[in-house]
């Protein structure tokens, strides 16, 4: 993966706010009956870059997914980008960015419909589409190819590339640098900097602590559905 060059400024979404761009107050999360988040308190600032640190089954990706507005909060309170979660999920899915395990695809669309349609999906461009792709260093060889053909990296970098797209206000992140070689590690990380430098915050899980921890601001601890 080449380095890519510096985004331009109009090409990520710059949010200053005053209030907290997450804020769970005692929240819980159930994953049918079970208590995937049992009383978590997270505070992230706008333009951060945090990293939730944690083992498998923790609640990780539960903290994500709730910030993403794809899993409710039944007990406590949870705002995201000034949004009450408890009242509105819906109202947050177009200002935030998810890149989870599987990528969040459409594995029968070419790379480059999958990047228009997500560019679309946010009121942006086609021509935004192409840039992201451009940003994340995807040959325009593969933008014909159907994603499904592709290998992990490569639908790594376009899972990246379909987010960028949108330019999202919160960026989710589970696993991020897993499946890509050092030098697109290095790209990503520069990426992340840059998305929050101009104003966009970044929320992150990953097991991969000497990497995700050196691009981080701060890393808070997650056991057993709550942090510490």
């Not at 995201?80 to 669309?109: E, F, I, M, P």
């Not at 899972?159 to 797209?165: E, V």
């Not at 697109?184 to 929320?203: E, I, K, W």
Request: charge should be negative.
């Amino acid at each position: 993966m080449t380095t890519p060059d510096p985004p331009p400024s109009d090409s990520l979404r710059s949010v200053p706010r005053a209030d907290p761009a997450v804020e769970l107050r005692s929240a819980v999360a159930l994953l049918g009956r079970f208590p995937a988040l049992a009383g978590c308190d997270l505070e992230v600032a706008s333009g951060e870059i945090v990293l939730l640190r944690g083992p498998n089954g923790a609640g990780k990706t539960t903290v994500l997914r709730v910030c993403a507005g794809l899993v409710p909060v039944v007990e406590g309170s949870a705002r995201v980008l000034g949004v009450d979660l408890r009242k509105d999920q819906s109202g947050v899915r177009q200002r935030v960015g998810l890149v989870g395990h599987s990528g969040g695809l459409y594995g029968d669309l070419t790379v480059v419909e999958n990047a228009v349609f997500f560019a679309q999906a946010s009121g942006l461009t086609h021509s935004d589409a192409m840039q992201a792709l451009d940003r994340m260093g995807v040959a325009t060889r593969l933008h014909p190819v159907a994603v499904h053909s592709l290998s992990a990296g490569q639908k790594k970098r376009v899972s990246f590339a379909a987010m960028l797209s949108r330019r999202p206000e919160l960026w989710l992140l589970d696993e991020p640098h897993s499946g890509l070689d050092e030098s697109a590690r290095d790209d990503l990380d520069a990426l992340l900097a840059a998305a929050a430098g101009a104003g966009a915050t970044v929320l992150m899980a990953s097991h991969e602590l000497d990497r995700a921890g050196d691009v981080a601001i701060r890393t808070v601890d997650v056991v057993g559905g709550v942090t510490t």
